[in-house]
């Protein structure tokens, strides 16, 4: 059973960067595809980016494109999303999540695995 765990979440200014992590536990990352969704107050959880483990390439939402950057490290299990120039509007609980799908998918309800979140504050 795949395990998700954030970390790295925050309070920040505007204009500056944090770097999120997710663990895995149970299961290699690499078995799986994985997103990054947030939830803003009041709002839905909606994606982020999305990196395929076998077709397509790596898909950021308009939003945080040219801001945001998914990497991982395999050897660690881990995946890691930077984000910088961050705004007020970025400010949001942001989840890691993976699911056996062979593509990457915006649709949150094809991940069935979710970590537990992680607070991000960004103030103006």
């Known amino acids: 059973q795949l395990q998700l765990v954030e970390s790295g979440g925050g309070l920040v200014q505007a204009g500056g960067s944090l770097r999120l992590s997710c663990a895995a536990s149970g299961v290699p990352f690499t078995s799986y595809t994985v997103g990054w969704f947030r939830r803003a107050p009041g709002k839905e959880r909606d994606f982020v980016v999305t990196?395929?483990?076998?077709?397509?390439?790596?898909y950021y939402a308009d939003s945080v494109k040219g801001r945001f950057t998914i990497s991982r490290d395999n050897a660690k299990n881990m995946v890691y999303l930077q984000m910088n120039s961050l705004k007020p509007e970025d400010t949001a609980v942001y989840y890691c999540?993976?699911?056996?799908?062979?593509?990457?998918?915006?649709?949150?309800?094809?991940?069935?695995?979710w970590g537990q979140g992680t607070q991000v504050t960004v103030s103006s």
């Open positions: 999540a993976a699911t056996s799908l062979a593509y990457g998918t915006i649709r949150r309800n094809d991940y069935a695995y």
């Open positions: 990196w395929p483990r076998s077709f397509g390439g790596i």
